[in-house]
């Protein structure tokens, strides 16, 4: 009877009267209570196996096109590559919301000029419906075709970081049978790469845009178009693409509600000439100290050998064309650097806890994100409001400021419980009521100091002093 029930539910009558209860139809204020107003059918053995099949034919229909969609807990594939997504069309679930409602109308006694009212009304419109199935909306109510190729480019970067499991799309894997409509949600995708089995190719979390580097992301991305027999665009095109226009649709596609959680991150340069991805999944405390040593700083040496090469090739009296060439080299040396020297100045603090938010948790890196103003302005309000105490339950507010932080969970037991010290500062008195202990089992001061490191403190002054300026600093003119 629960399918049965859940059918009814979701029909056009039992919408129309639930609304016309609550007062309005548009943005309807729900009311604890109204529904048990509502007068409840009792359908007959027939009827209600007729609604519980039709109900788990409409759930079967919705959840098989969330299949394609790489936010769902159904994701498989994206639509390029998905054929069932792609069956699982609108119009089919409007002919399967008709033959509900065609039940629901006989079920409430309702007759022909109570149907029209009903059919009438705007509040159940079948369009919404397709364009539910048939469109991705985001807050911005832009919507994108689902088989837009920047979908199989996020799926293909995802395969990239080993996120996702290319041998759905290959064949080597089967798409796992279908659950049933109340069997308890899964912690991840369908689509996403079993615990413990090896990506398509090797990734420790980290790739760059960096031509001919094992670790270069477009020739990764171009290797598993082949694989799975897509076309792809030119190198150079797919590169630009990644480099410019990936990251903003990205962090648009994993945006819900305001909350912006993306999945990757692109660090770059100012002129976006390098960029360093990483899979926030997989960062630790030592990413930054491995991204400096085995990517930025061997491009640097890289990119002075071949400005040695350039200036040799030109001689004393270079011509214009290679004085320009000339010149976007040391430009572009100089950014690699401010790169490097800004990285220097994060890994010693960093210590990343997702627990706090992705946006808190890259807060601290966003002198290094230019290519996105938008999402560099934001890490920038959130690096203030967090150096002010703004965010002082977080455990990076505890790892940077714990001369701040501590003293305050002797105030604040909410802090003291997100940073477990509620044993330590505080006691439950008799009445039942939680007060802070007169004298803490510790000493606060020793509390601030076992946390308190400093090469943290050392770190964070460099930054802070940095951070006074917008952006990576301006590269300096090489002679």
């Known amino acids: 009877m629960l399918l049965a029930g859940l059918a009814l539910f979701n029909s056009k009558p039992f919408d129309y009267l639930f609304k016309a209860l609550l007062g309005r139809f548009g943005y309807p204020e729900f009311i604890v209570g109204v529904l048990q107003k509502l007068p409840w059918p009792e359908p007959s053995v027939e009827q209600a196996e007729a609604l519980s099949s039709l109900a788990r034919s409409a759930w079967s229909a919705a959840r098989t096109a969330d299949t394609s969609v790489e936010t769902s807990l159904a994701f498989t594939l994206p639509k390029p590559l998905n054929a069932d997504a792609n069956a699982a069309t609108g119009p089919a679930l409007v002919h399967l919301q008709s033959k509900i409602d065609a039940i629901a109308f ?38 994108s075709a689902g ?13 990239a970081f080993g996120r996702f499991d290319i041998r759905l799309a290959t064949g080597e894997r089967a798409i796992p049978a279908e659950p049933e409509p109340f069997d308890p949600l899964p912690n991840t995708s369908p689509g996403m790469l079993p615990n413990g089995e090896g990506p398509f190719m090797p990734c420790m979390g980290v790739l760059v845009d960096d031509p001919g580097h094992a670790d270069d992301l477009t020739a990764r991305v171009l290797a598993i178009y082949e694989r799975v027999g897509q076309p792809a665009s030119e190198a150079a095109t797919l590169r630009r693409s990644l480099a410019r226009e990936f990251f903003p649709s990205h962090l648009k596609m994993y945006t819900k509600s305001g909350r912006k959680a993306p999945i990757y991150c692109q660090l770059s340069t100012p002129s976006g000439g390098y960029s360093v ?193 917008s952006g990576l600093r301006a590269p300096r003119r090489l002679s």
């Open 277 to 469: 991805w990483l899979y926030l999944q997989d960062l630790n405390k030592d990413t930054f100290f491995r991204v400096q040593t085995d990517y930025v700083a061997p491009k640097l040496v890289h990119e002075h050998r071949q400005l040695e090469s350039l200036l040799s090739d030109a001689g004393q009296h270079p011509n214009a064309a290679q004085r320009k060439v000339i010149e976007a080299q040391q430009s572009f040396i100089g950014e690699l650097q401010s790169l490097l020297e800004e990285l220097k100045r994060v890994a010693p603090l960093w210590n990343p806890m997702l627990d706090d938010g992705i946006m808190l948790t890259m807060s601290p890196l966003w002198r290094l994100t230019p290519q996105h103003k938008p999402w560099q302005k934001e890490l920038k309000a959130k690096w203030e409001d967090l150096a002010a105490g703004k965010f002082d339950w977080s455990h990076i507010a505890m790892h940077l400021w714990p001369e701040r932080v501590v003293p305050k969970c002797a105030a604040d037991r909410s802090l003291a419980i997100a940073h477990g010290l509620q044993d330590v500062l505080w006691d439950d008195s008799d009445d039942g009521r939680w007060k802070p202990q007169p004298t803490p089992k510790r000493p606060i001061d020793e509390l601030v100091r076992e946390r308190t490191s400093v090469a943290v403190k050392s770190a964070l002054k460099d930054l802070t002093e940095a951070s006074a300026s």
């Open 147 to 159: 088989n837009d190729p920047f979908f199989l480019q996020s799926w293909s970067v995802g395969v």
């Open 106 to 143: 006989d079920l409430f006694g309702l007759d022909e000029s109570d149907r029209s009212e009903i059919e009438g009304a705007s509040v159940f419109a079948s369009a919404e419906i397709v364009e539910g199935i048939e469109a991705s909306e985001d807050e911005d109510k832009n919507t």
